[in-house]
């Protein structure tokens, strides 16, 4: 019985790329972050100034498909009320943005807002009441590999908590698949999403979709801006029942600040090693050499194991072709936004995620504080013994022992894969948050006057991570140096990116800025500007506590706005 639901799964999927690989005349337009580029194919890549020009209905009339989400098939069907995009630049002019009633992203945060209540123009005070407990989806590192989650996006460095498609084969009639489950299973717990709890306003969990790594941060503080920003993307289901048919959508954002003398955040290295293969893997079926640079602790790739979903791909060119189904969902989110833009057609029925009786199970057991303190107490000694290896090198200690010793300290195999990765390294409870839009097109967050409903809930952690030079450098490398896969419709296997990246005119092989930060957007009122630190819960974090212990808000906030010494 499980068998042969599974080979549904398995044909429809093989379908559903078949479709999507064939329709390659329609919605060819995109959208990047430098200026708009009238291309050669009589198509459009349009700038953020103008993405909120973006419509699409490819199926009335052709003329009109102005644009599409690059990767996001399910991005068709695109009207003006569907693409949330406005142009509210910060400083620009009010009157150009719905009388500067909006609430696009990314914004300036501020810690002013954190004053008591009514002491300034900006406060708002933080309705949070408790930290934000995050537990692991089932997915394990091998998984997301085989199911060719880490992608190389022109927009993002992506991680995707993969789903599958799943059909009633029997009544089905209308060519949407009836819903999607996370692709991942486990022995006794089933497909179990990672999940977030959110203090005040939601009773229930957040669940991941997916992680998008930005260079630099979309969002800045007090003015700062950061060197990345790495955002986990969740959706959220009320009820087992209701599942899916719930359109709002969350992001906890990390910072991240790269130093030359930080000790190299080791869950970042494990996630670049995935997108060095798969840059190997799109590079190789297109026939072009590996990239030249290495990066330590990623080669030789251990694994050799086949890409499934280019696999499918090139299978199911040779499969029927009978198929109305014209769909494909890579995450959770997609169907989100699929449903959303559906939302007004008498004849649509909502596709659902299902969830698994796992996902509804009540918190592990387990001693947070405890837990807490192990991973800051853990990070801590890690960075100790780094620097006191640092120093004796710098002080002349070259020995084959030592190169060891550090070469056991880049050894990842042995670190434990966690989907939450992003979030030990803050070592923070605090944020700053607010309502907002999603910051690529269709810039999701429904505009309902001054409600909350129907946004983009975000939480952006006050601390950035501390990673290493050679970390973003590699990130930026990433991005720049994308190459379309194969199946691409625009420039396969060809340069493609939508960062506007910066070289050196002197050596243009050299990168000197990679940018797919969408700009800042002004702020209005409707963002519900709130930060959430020590008055408003105790942390968890032994680092927080210190910070803590810092009475005067004045300097807590901008003498020392960080919880660690740098
Ligand atoms: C809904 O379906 C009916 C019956 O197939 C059709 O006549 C009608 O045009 C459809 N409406 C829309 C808005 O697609
Ligand atoms: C050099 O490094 C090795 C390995 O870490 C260590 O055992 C030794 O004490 C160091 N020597 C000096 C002079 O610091």
Aim: glycine fraction near 4%; include cysteine.
């Amino acid at each position: 019985m499980i068998c042969s639901i599974y080979n549904e799964i398995i044909i429809l999927t093989l379908l559903l790329h078949f479709i999507s690989v064939g329709a390659q005349n329609y919605y060819l337009d995109r959208f990047n972050y430098d200026i708009t580029v009238q291309r050669s194919d009589g198509f459009t890549d349009y700038q953020p100034e103008d993405w909120e020009q973006i419509q699409c209905d490819e199926k009335s009339s052709l003329e009109s498909c102005l644009a599409y989400t690059d990767k996001w098939e399910t991005g068709r069907d695109w009207a003006i009320k569907t693409n949330y995009c406005q142009w509210c630049p910060e400083g620009g002019d009010p009157s150009l943005c719905n009388g500067n009633r909006h609430h696009q992203s990314p914004i300036n945060l501020e810690r002013v807002v954190g004053y008591e209540p009514d002491t300034h123009y900006l406060t708002n005070e933080c309705i949070d009441i408790h930290w934000m407990k995050y537990e692991d989806s089932v997915c394990s590192l091998e998984q997301l590999i085989d199911a060719d989650a880490f992608s190389i996006e022109r927009h993002s460095l992506r991680i995707s908590q993969p789903v599958a498609i799943y059909d009633n084969i029997n009544q089905d009639i209308d060519g949407v698949p009836d819903g999607v489950r996370l692709q991942c299973r486990e022995k006794g717990i089933g497909s179990r999403f990672g999940r977030i709890d959110f203090s005040k306003g939601f009773s229930q969990w957040w669940y991941l979709s997916h992680t998008d790594v930005k260079t630099p941060s979309e969002h800045t503080q007090d003015g700062k801006r950061y060197d990345a920003e790495i955002q986990l993307h969740h959706f959220y289901s009320v009820t087992a029942e209701e599942a899916g048919t719930n359109n709002e959508v969350a992001t906890v954002s990390i910072f991240a600040q790269a130093y030359n003398d930080a000790v190299p955040y080791p869950f970042l290295d494990k996630v670049i090693c995935q997108w060095r293969r798969k840059e190997y893997n799109v590079r190789k079926e297109c026939g072009l050499d590996p990239v030249e640079s290495t990066y330590p602790g990623c080669f030789p790739l251990k694994r050799s194991k086949r890409n499934l979903r280019n696999e499918q791909q090139q299978r199911s060119i040779s499969s029927p072709t009978n198929s109305k189904k014209d769909i494909d969902f890579l995450t959770a989110q997609d169907v989100i936004l699929y449903n959303d833009q559906h939302r007004n057609n008498p004849n649509h029925t909502n596709v659902k995620i299902h969830m698994d009786e796992g996902n509804w199970a009540p918190a592990e057991e387990k001693d947070w504080d405890t837990w807490i303190k192990e991973q800051s107490n853990e990070m801590t000694e890690k960075e100790d013994i780094y620097h006191r290896m640092r120093n004796e090198y710098h002080g002349g200690n070259h020995t084959e022992e030592l190169h060891r010793e550090f070469r056991k300290l880049y050894q990842y195999e042995e670190l434990e894969w966690f989907n939450y990765w992003p979030m030990l390294g803050v070592r923070t409870e605090y944020y700053f948050r607010y309502s907002g839009s999603q910051t690529i097109p269709p810039c999701y967050g429904n505009f309902i006057d001054m409600s909350r409903v129907g946004t983009n809930h975000w939480r952006v952690m006050k601390d950035p991570i501390r990673i290493h030079s050679r970390q973003l450098l590699e990130l930026q490398r990433l991005s720049a140096e994308r190459i379309a896969p194969i199946g691409s419709t625009v420039n396969a296997c060809q340069s493609d990116t939508a960062a506007k990246v910066t070289r050196d005119p002197m050596d243009p092989g050299k990168i000197v800025d990679v940018n797919n930060a969408r700009p800042l957007m002004s702020w209005a009122k409707p963002h519900f500007k709130t930060f959430c630190e020590c008055k408003d819960w105790e942390s968890k974090w032994p680092e927080d506590r210190n910070w803590c212990a810092i009475e005067d808000i004045n300097e807590r906030f901008y003498d020392k706005p960080y919880n660690y010494g740098w």
